[in-house]
């Protein structure tokens, strides 16, 4: 069988971000750090890092990152298992190196082509092109492992680019001017606005109001009806059942 990697929880980022109950960083990460990102993020790396140099994700020289999405395409190779995973944001292909050789029947793969996936990744540079290689991929069954795993992305990378929550020390709102403030509960129009177009980009395809109402810190249905309000005012369009995206 193969050695699959358990979905990751904030505790398993070990050596990156990990966040207190308030959303606040307690460490940032480094070089050795294992980065949750989406793949959109991934190809932007990839596309602004030299193969030469050292590959850089939000400034931080990054060796390892965790993935999650959709296997569209998967091929067999003598050595390896070549993945094209798609998480809704962008596509790569994942190197997943088997563990025997192609006649043992310890080295099938147990995920197949449409299954959902996450795993930890290492960052190669080889014959001037970033590698992306895998030791092992576990299947997603809980579709909320998927949209934790954006949250988590989207977190991070707030929390690297110097977003700052808007909520005082002991629960006092404080003023704030940035527009990525994602993790104060705050109900008002403008503020589920910012959530909303701060999402929109990790989910192009539109996102959905569970995830909306998560990061809010409302219920679903309250998270409706002010999306309902955004819609009125011009801001907001529903793309898809439950899916949002900002048009404004």
């Not at 110097?162 to 129009?189: C, I, R, W």
């Amino acid at each position: 069988m193969l050695n699959l990697f358990c979905y990751l929880t904030n505790s398993d980022y070990d050596g990156g971000f990990t966040f207190d109950s308030q959303g606040g960083s307690q460490k940032p990460a480094n070089s050795g750090s294992v980065i949750p990102v989406t793949l959109k993020q991934l190809n932007d790396a990839f596309n602004n890092s030299p193969p030469a140099g050292a590959l850089q994700i939000d400034g931080v020289p990054s060796q390892h990152v965790a993935l999650c999405g959709k296997i569209i395409l998967l091929e067999s190779k003598p050595s390896f298992f070549m993945l094209t995973v798609d998480d809704g944001t962008g596509s790569t292909d994942v190197r997943l190196f088997r563990k025997g050789t192609e006649d043992d029947e310890n080295s099938e793969l147990t995920v197949k082509e449409g299954d959902y996936i996450s795993c930890v990744a290492a960052l190669k540079s080889f014959n001037n092109k970033w590698m992306v290689n895998s030791s092992g991929v576990a299947a997603v069954t809980d579709f909320n492992h998927v949209i934790f795993h954006q949250m988590q992305s989207l977190q991070t990378h707030l929390k690297a680019t110097g977003a700052k929550p808007s909520g005082g020390a002991d629960g006092v709102k404080s003023e704030s001017k940035s527009g990525a403030d994602l993790f104060v509960a705050d109900n008002s129009n403008d503020a589920l606005f910012e959530i909303v177009r701060e999402l929109t980009v990790m989910c192009p395809d539109g996102v959905p109001t569970e995830q909306i109402a998560s990061v809010a810190k409302m219920s679903v249905d309250e998270s409706r009806d002010k999306l309902q309000e955004l819609i009125t005012e011009g801001r907001v369009m529903e793309c898809m059942d439950n899916h949002y995206m900002c048009i404004a």
